[in-house]
């Protein structure tokens, strides 16, 4: 059975940094584009980044670009989110998710409707101003 697990999740202030896991199982992590979107409640999904399989391309949504990097290991399974600068504004339940390709990503997280070949459970962010 296929599992994503975040974590890395918490409350920190503002300007300060996050890194967040996602841990894959179940499924054959490099067939993949890897992506992280963010939901606060009553609003709308936003995707804020898409990694491809062989990690040759990322992709960053305009409210991140500058701040959060995102990376994967395929060798370990695991995708990661490096966030810096936090602002109280990326306040939300952070996941990753799976894809055929980045495109398919955003366009499924975009499509509220829209479901990820996997996704995991979420991790709580917080930042206090």
């Known amino acids: 059975q296929a599992h994503l697990v975040e974590s890395g999740g918490g409350v920190v202030q503002a300007g300060g940094s996050l890194n967040l896991s996602c841990t894959a199982s179940?499924?054959?992590?490099?067939?993949?584009?890897m992506g992280w979107f963010r939901q606060v409640p009553g609003k709308e999904r936003e995707g804020i980044s898409c990694?491809?399989?062989?990690?040759?391309?990322?992709y960053y949504s305009n409210s991140v670009k500058g701040r959060f990097t995102i990376s994967r290991d395929n060798a370990k399974n695991t995708l990661y989110l490096q966030m810096n600068a936090l602002d109280s504004k990326d306040t939300g339940m952070y996941y990753c998710?799976?894809?055929?390709?980045?495109?398919?990503?955003?366009?499924?997280?975009?499509?509220?409707?829209?479901?990820?070949?996997?996704r995991g459970q979420g991790t709580q962010v917080t930042v206090s101003s």
């Open positions: 998710g799976a894809a055929t390709s980045c495109n398919d990503f955003y366009q499924l997280v975009d499509n509220q409707r829209g479901i990820l070949n996997y």
């Open positions: 179940g499924f054959t992590f490099d067939d993949y584009a």
């Open positions: 990694i491809r399989w062989n990690s040759e391309n990322t």
